[in-house]
């Protein structure tokens, strides 16, 4: 194992090749040059320091929180900081239309009064291991077409066996596109609870409107702490446990950030495709970015219209809004990115390149176009399948009904097992709580209307479930008509057994696959999920295969063209490090971004009673008194709420710490701008900011506003 991870940083750690900042590094293979071009930029710290297997390092500050966030533990007692973004869901799900802490916040101002958050954990890596020869070595004999396939078995075998029941996960992960194969360990804390949160209207200022964008006001944190046994090992909820013992935490600069100045973010991007083909690049833009963009406007609308009505309504559906709402705006910026810096062309001048080095390699010939076969192949389908992942599974009654196959699956096939069954049975059950406390009846209604509708009218007539309309037609009118499709969804919602905990405990206990089938709401997805896996699934296996198996031959070439330089793989959700500056920028001609803004943005912005740019009356009352405490920014004399840096993250590094080069943290990395959201494709050298908040403001607003000098007591603040 200690050969290979040898061999490996000879690989990857020859010259430096990428563009200043681009680089999302593996913290176990930091290369020489990279490490030198970190101190060239500032870092003061060793590279031991950095990570280390065997003493504590920064990486023990830091986790993978809750399903796809970054956290940093900044207390001996385990205290993490994170986005307001990513302890939303569990701010929300601790919070009544009486105790409000979306609306108003949430401060402890003891351990005692911390929420238990059900269903939170965090996770710490432990160990990494080279494992490629191992895989490689199992899939010697498997034909291209089945690799990917194969793969995913082989990696779930690989990491259940691994997993030796002491607490500790293992995960094996895929890089440079099945290349090369890792093995993490990580320990799990399952108890963990919330101490702090702003006001939403802090946490959440700027709403969608500014989300994205830069400049920012928005004061995105929450605070957690993570507990475990008395025994000091991880542990689920209980009254006897004890706050985490942290191994290794973040101190906190006071000192502000000036432009230039040197920042590292820790933490798990979950994913980019930097070395997308041109034929993925034009389906993104062709199809999949506006069904999904069109969908999901869709839903949102439908969702707005009822949350602005009722409070309960807000907390029950703004996480799942915030969600949506993320990822369209995304999407929709990203193709117009994409457009905007002609990533096509610049990535057919990559594969030119390919071509040209792969020339007289047989194994590297046709490779583009057997690739664009691949996407020809699929184009056709690629439309209606966003339709039903989006779309008809974007009704949450609907999305609940189609997770229902499984199900009946099980109870329809003579081949089941009695334990299969139960299990499946087990699993709709928990489902069905589940869906039930998240389902909004009024909003669901709306959205099944218009997504059965659009599916009528934006897909090729010979792709759509053709019984299913029929049926339609002849029982509410008129295709062309939206009554039609209203009458419909009243139907469904009047009729299904899914939304009526009576019908729903008599169907599961006598597990009726007849009432099943008769259900509106289940065959209404069924006709959808049906059409689907009957004739286009095999296409969709096909095209994923093939994509698979040529990007994996492309990735090959690629790191054996670039042999000696240092480049990184693209995120899959394992930690990383990137480096770069706080700096300005110029998002188009004549105009320049300040790298810092100010709570007097803050106050330019607020628009009282509004949706998005409310603001708490006491935020207000602290910036008319000037009332900054230790916290201000005597060059700004105001408050720096957040500021920009060159480094390359991307979704999942969100909560991610910022640190100085003494490894202080002077920030939280929560957003990533508007000019460059293509870059999960294709990354800007010029354009590419991340936006963090300000710790500074994080901690103004916990002390000044929050009045918990309890968690500012707790932390170690350097001012040097
Ligand atoms: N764009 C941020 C990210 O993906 C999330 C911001 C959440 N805010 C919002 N208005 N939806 O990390």
Redesign the pocket.
């Known amino acids: 194992m200690k050969k290979i991870a040898i061999i490996l940083l000879v690989v990857f750690a020859a010259n430096v090749s990428v563009k200043a900042d681009e680089g999302m590094w593996l913290v176990h293979l930091i290369g020489e040059k990279t490490y030198a071009n970190m101190v060239k930029r500032g870092l003061k710290l060793t590279k031991e320091q950095l990570y280390s297997m065997n003493k504590n390092s920064l990486k023990d500050a830091i986790v993978l929180f809750g399903g796809g ?1 970054t956290a940093e533990v900044v207390s001996k007692e385990g205290l993490l900081f994170t ?4 302890g ?1 869901g569990n701010i929300a799900a601790s919070s009544t239309v009486e105790h409000n802490y979306l609306k108003d916040g949430f401060w402890a101002k003891s351990k005692k009064e911390e929420i238990v958050c059900p269903g939170l954990s965090v996770q710490f890596l432990v160990k990494i291991e080279d494992v490629t020869d191992m895989v490689n070595l199992k899939l010697k004999d498997v034909k291209p077409a089945d690799l990917s396939a194969k793969l995913i078995a082989i990696l779930t075998e690989m990491s259940t066996k691994a997993t030796d029941g002491s607490g500790n996960e293992v995960r094996v992960s895929s890089f440079f596109k099945g290349n090369q194969f890792l093995q993490f360990t990580y320990q799990r804390y399952t108890d963990v609870r919330l101490v702090g949160a702003p006001p939403e209207s802090i946490g ?1 200022f ?7 964008e830069w400049p920012r006001h ?1 004061g ?1 944190f929450s605070i957690f702490r993570i507990y475990m046994s008395p025994e000091g090992k991880p542990a689920d909820y209980s009254d006897k446990n004890v706050p985490f013992l942290a191994k290794s935490f973040l101190p906190i600069s006071l000192k502000g950030v000036n432009d230039g100045e040197y920042a590292m973010i820790y933490g798990y991007p979950g994913g980019t495709n930097r070395y997308e083909t041109t034929y993925g690049v034009k389906l993104k833009i062709d199809i999949d970015n506006p069904s999904l963009v069109n969908l999901r406007a869709e839903r949102l609308k439908a969702m707005y219209a009822e949350m602005v009505k009722d409070p309960a309504v807000k907390i029950q559906l703004a996480s799942s809004y ?2 949506i ?3 369209w ?2 999407f929709d910026g990203e193709s117009k990115q994409l457009l905007k810096h002609n990533v096509i062309a610049q990535k057919g001048k990559e594969e030119k390149a390919f071509e040209a080095w792969a020339k007289g390699k047989p194994e590297y010939d046709n490779l583009f176009a057997n690739i664009g076969a691949t996407y020809d192949a699929w184009r056709p389908y690629a439309k209606g399948r966003m339709y039903l992942n989006e779309g008809i599974k974007g009704s949450p009654l609907l999305g609940f009904a189609s997770s229902l196959k499984s199900l009946d699956d099980a109870l329809s096939s003579p081949a089941s097992a009695p334990e299969e069954i139960k299990k499946a049975v087990a699993m709709a059950k928990t489902n069905f709580s589940a869906f039930l406390k998240s389902e909004n009846t009024a909003s669901d209604r709306n959205i099944v209307a218009m997504v059965v509708k659009m599916f009528f009218t934006d897909i090729a007539a010979d792709q759509r479930p053709q019984a299913f309309y029929n049926m339609m037609q002849k029982g509410y009118g008129d295709m062309a008509m939206d009554a039609t499709y209203q009458n419909f969804a009243k139907a469904v919602f009047e009729k299904t057994m899914l939304l009526d905990e009576n019908k729903w405990d008599n169907f599961i206990s006598k597990s009726d696959t007849a009432a099943l089938h008769a259900d509106l709401a289940y065959k209404t997805a069924m006709a959808f999920v049906t059409n689907f896996n009957a004739n286009y699934a095999k296409f969709y296996t096909q095209f994923t295969a093939n994509n698979f198996a040529y990007n994996k031959l492309y990735l090959k070439g690629i790191l054996e063209m670039k042999k000696g330089q240092e480049f990184y793989p693209d995120a899959n959700q394992t930690m990383r490090v990137s480096y770069g500056n706080v700096k300005s920028y110029s998002p188009r001609d004549a105009v320049k971004y300040r790298e810092i803004c100010t709570l007097n943005g803050v106050m330019e912005k607020y628009s009282p009673g509004d949706y ?1 740019f409310d603001a708490p009356a006491k935020l207000i009352e602290l910036v008319n008194n000037k009332d900054f405490g230790q916290y201000i920014d005597k060059k700004a004399n105001d408050i720096v709420v957040s500021f920009i840096t060159t480094n390359d993250i991307t ?1 999942g ?2 909560g991610s710490p910022v640190i100085n080069s003494k490894g202080e943290l002077i920030g939280l990395a ?3 701008n508007y000019e460059a959201l293509s870059h999960k494709i294709a990354f800007d050298g010029e354009l590419n900011r991340t936006i963090c908040l300000d710790v500074r403001y994080l901690l103004f607003i916990v002390d000044k506003l929050g009045g918990a000098k309890n968690i500012i007591d707790e932390l170690v603040l350097s001012k040097q």
């Open positions: 966030c986005n307001h973004h990513c939303y959440k700027g709403g969608d409107t500014d989300n994205w928005t995105d915030a969600g709402a993320n990822y705006k995304f998005e979704g590094n969100s929560f957003d990533g």
